[in-house]
C-alpha cells in the first residue's frame, strides 16, 4: 500500500492540487485556515492573540486546552491551493483528529 499516497497525489495534481508527503509521526497538531496572509503574519496575529488571552482564535483555546506551548519557529505551511475547491478539498484531506479546527470528511 506504499504508493497509495503517491497514485493520489498524481491524480489531484491533474486539478491544480499539490500535496506534500510528511511523515505522519512528526506531525502533533493541524490547523487549516484561508488565507492571503503571509505565514509570518499570521504567526504575529496568533502570538498577539495568545498574549491578549483572546478566547476567539482557535490556536489560543488549543493551547489553554491543552496546555500546549505552541512551537512558533518550527509552523511551516504544509500545503497551498489555487482554488476555492481545491483549498476545500485540501481543509478534508488534511484534518484529522489531531486537527484544531475539527475533522472534515470527505
Same mark, same amino acid.
Given at each position: *500500500?506504499?504508493? +497509495?499516497? %503517491?497514485? +493520489?497525489?498524481?491524480?489531484?495534481? =491533474? /486539478?491544480?492540487?499539490? +500535496?506534500?508527503?510528511?511523515?505522519?509521526?512528526?506531525?502533533?497538531?493541524?490547523?487549516?485556515? @484561508?488565507?492571503? +496572509? =503571509? $505565514?509570518?503574519?499570521?504567526?504575529? %496575529? &496568533?502570538?498577539?492573540?495568545? =498574549?491578549?488571552?483572546?478566547?476567539?482564535?482557535? #490556536? /489560543?483555546? &488549543?493551547? #489553554?486546552?491543552?496546555? @500546549?506551548c505552541l512551537n512558533? %519557529?518550527?509552523? !511551516? #505551511?504544509?500545503? *497551498?491551493?489555487?482554488?476555492?475547491?481545491?483549498? !476545500? /478539498? $485540501? %481543509?478534508?484531506? &488534511?484534518?484529522?483528529?489531531?486537527?484544531?479546527?475539527?475533522? #472534515?470528511?470527505?
Amino acid at each position: *500500500m506504499k504508493s +497509495i499516497s %503517491e497514485n +493520489i497525489a498524481r491524480e489531484l495534481d =491533474r /486539478f491544480g492540487i499539490c +500535496i506534500a508527503h510528511k511523515p505522519t509521526s512528526s506531525l502533533q497538531a493541524a490547523l487549516s485556515r @484561508h488565507t492571503g +496572509i =503571509r $505565514l509570518g503574519t499570521r504567526i504575529n %496575529e &496568533h502570538k498577539l492573540a495568545i =498574549r491578549r488571552r483572546d478566547p476567539l482564535p482557535l #490556536v /489560543f483555546a &488549543h493551547a #489553554v486546552d491543552c496546555d @500546549h506551548c505552541l512551537n512558533w %519557529e518550527g509552523t !511551516e #505551511v504544509v500545503t *497551498m491551493a489555487g482554488t476555492k475547491q481545491a483549498r !476545500e /478539498f $485540501l %481543509e478534508a484531506w &488534511h484534518s484529522g483528529t489531531n486537527s484544531i479546527n475539527g475533522h #472534515v470528511d470527505l
